[in-house]
């Protein structure tokens, strides 16, 4: 059996610390806690769990920080999480099955990274990380800011979910950090300006956001899940600037780096919808329900999109084509996913109030 440093850095997490260490406590034969300038009872709560504490001077390099508490892991496997992240009962399990049985010559093991549950604690979005590494490879992360670990060799995937529960509002630190690099006219990777450009994004910048974005494809270096993403989130940038025609061409420019794929589809298939072109509308939905499972695929999954979503708005575009018989079969095949979402209840009972007056007539 292998054994196993969990490593993390963190920084006023007292309130979710705690829930972290004791999901991962009987995986961990050790746990190494770096801390960056907690002012509350973060290192109190860690100190629970281990001896291993560390200070370190924040300066604005996460992949800096991470590296430090690699550099303090003495087992055979690094494990490396956030302070918001857990593992859930069942992923548990599989995790000491994989403990038990890995085989030794693994350089790296991807998980699911589970980034948003809905209210039935059902996956919303979720991507791969490369999470267990052999520490003798020496593996290094990159970057001050998104930074990512830098993994080769013998790398395998393994059906266990780590689970982001995120207790903190987002700031504009991480653009803060672009921002300040920019200006010191420090050179970015393709990756620096695909993440600047997602910040940018996320704080309604959008005219900037599109620029960045279009750096990052010019640099034709992406790696093609983020190459994908910027098409996607370029689309979206142009539709709150009102540029429809952009943000169509955005959508269909992400066939550039692959088969389409059910987020494209249903984004296509919205601006179609709410043009009235209603036939258009039902190609790309029904096309979004035609690619079977997102398998394959390690960047952000939209699993809405891969479900239930295009069978919702095909219920809606068939009702508006005067096919209420297609319509209600292709909410019935939403509600098989989301039973309980609003709109999808919302049409039960619409449907159920067309058969009543169909049979008083």
């Known amino acids: 059996m292998i054994t196993i440093s969990l490593c993390m850095i963190v920084k006023n997490e007292e ?25 509350d009872r973060t290192k109190e709560t860690a100190a629970a769990f281990t001896d291993f ?14 590296n430090y508490a690699f550099s303090k892991a003495t087992q055979e496997y690094i494990l490396w999480l956030d302070a918001d992240d857990e593992l859930e009962e069942e992923d548990r399990a599989k995790f000491i099955a994989l403990k038990q049985a890995l085989d030794a010559s693994v350089d790296s093991v991807m998980m699911h990274y589970h980034l948003g549950l809905d209210a039935d604690n059902k996956v919303i979005t979720s991507l791969k990380r490369n999470r267990l590494v052999r520490r003798a490879c020496g593996f290094r992360w990159e970057g001050p800011v998104h930074e990512v670990l830098l993994v080769s060799g013998n790398i395998i995937h393994a059906d266990i979910a780590i689970t982001h529960k995120k207790d903190k509002p987002y700031t504009d630190r991480n653009l803060r950090i672009f921002r300040q690099r920019a200006a010191a006219e420090e050179e970015f990777t393709p990756r620096d300006l695909y993440y600047f450009a997602n910040e940018l994004r996320d704080h309604s910048c959008d005219e900037e956001a599109v620029d960045y974005y279009e750096r990052f494809l010019r640099t034709k270096r992406g790696w093609s899940e983020d190459c994908f993403a910027a098409c996607l989130k370029m689309g979206d ?24 794929r059910a987020e494209m589809c249903c984004r296509v298939g919205a601006l179609f919808l709410e043009d009235n072109r209603v036939e258009l509308a039902v190609h790309w939905f029904h096309t979004a329900t035609t690619l079977g499972e997102p398998l394959g695929y390690s960047g952000v999954v939209d699993h809405s999109a891969w479900t239930w979503l295009p069978h919702l708005q095909l219920c809606l575009c068939y009702d508006r084509l ?3 018989q297609k319509a209600e079969l292709h909410n019935e095949i939403a509600a098989v ?25």
Not at 29 to 35: L, T
Not at 240 to 251: E, G, I, K, S, W
């Open 237 to 260: 940038c142009y539709g709150r600037l009102n540029q429809r025609t952009l943000q169509m061409r955005a959508l269909f420019r992400t066939l550039l780096y692959g088969k389409p």
């Open 15 to 39: 309130q979710s610390l705690a829930r972290c260490l004791q999901s991962v406590k009987d995986i961990a034969d050790e746990i190494i806690i770096v801390d960056t300038g907690s002012t």
């Open 53 to 66: 504490i560390y200070d370190k001077v924040w300066n604005d390099h996460f992949g800096e920080a991470r």
């Open 337 to 361: 996913h989301n039973p309980t979402h609003p709109s999808i209840l919302h049409n039960k009972a619409y449907f159920a109030q067309l058969r009543r007056e169909e049979r008083s007539v």
């Open 322 to 324: 005067g096919n209420k």
